[in-house]
């Protein structure tokens, strides 16, 4: 199946959101009732559905879900830890990545300059 068969996208429907091909309702309207714990026959019978419109919201997510990408564009510090930032859809910046752990390890050999070794 080719959910774009059955998806569409027109900016003067819904503001241009994905929905059922000769319907108004939004691709991401069925995911809710999906999520909601809707069977496929209560969606088929309740807005007069067919299976295959159905299944083809599915496969549209699937589609771009399976398109988006994350990249570590850096670290934020929470507490003691340095955690991963990403930006969905673009190339990491290696230049400022780089500069964080050039900066993290500044930082680490300061606190251990400070720490003071000895025997009791």
């Not at 999520?35 to 699937?62: F, H, K, M, P």
């Not at 900066?103 to 300061?110: H, K, N, Q, V």
Request: aromatic share 8%.
């Amino acid at each position: 199946m080719n959910c774009h068969d059955y998806i569409t996208a027109d900016p003067a429907v819904l503001l241009g959101k994905p929905v059922i091909r000769g319907t108004r309702l939004a691709v991401e309207f069925v995911l809710g009732l999906v999520a909601q714990g809707w069977s496929e026959d209560e969606i088929t019978r309740n807005y007069r559905l067919t299976t295959e419109q159905v299944r083809a919201c599915a496969a549209y997510a699937q589609e771009r879900v399976s398109q988006e990408k994350a990249f570590a564009t850096g670290f934020v510090r929470k507490g003691h830890a340095l955690v991963f930032a990403t930006v969905s859809g673009e190339t990491p910046p290696q230049d400022s990545v780089q500069q964080t752990l050039d900066e993290t390890r500044e930082e680490r050999a300061a606190l251990a300059s400070n720490v003071i070794f000895g025997v009791l």
